[in-house]
């Protein structure tokens, strides 16, 4: 299990965390063809939602779960 910072876009705040059992050769096969395809103009827009169901559909025994942000504990 490993927590990654996904990140497609220009905006930061546009960025999200995926906790999964997923490598990295797994996520870019699944998220790197729908980022491409609306760059390209073949598609007109993807959320951070869609590339986390698409992760999940393609491996449905994997764990994959986003968030945006996590709590903090300040010492």
């Given at each position: 299990m490993?927590?990654?910072?996904?990140?497609t876009?220009?905006?930061?705040?546009?960025?999200?965390?995926?906790?999964?059992?997923?490598?990295?050769?797994?996520?870019?096969e699944?998220?790197?063809?729908?980022?491409?395809?609306?760059?390209d103009?073949?598609?007109?827009?993807?959320?951070n939602?869609?590339?986390?169901?698409?992760?999940?559909?393609r491996?449905?025994?994997?764990?994959?779960?986003?968030?945006?942000?996590f709590?903090?504990?300040?010492?």
């Amino acid at each position: 299990m490993r927590v990654i910072r996904i990140n497609t876009t220009l905006w930061i705040e546009e960025d999200f965390y995926l906790v999964t059992t997923l490598d990295d050769d797994q996520i870019v096969e699944v998220i790197n063809p729908i980022v491409n395809a609306v760059r390209d103009g073949e598609e007109d827009h993807y959320d951070n939602d869609t590339l986390v169901k698409a992760l999940k559909d393609r491996f449905p025994l994997e764990y994959v779960d986003m968030y945006q942000e996590f709590d903090k504990l300040t010492f």
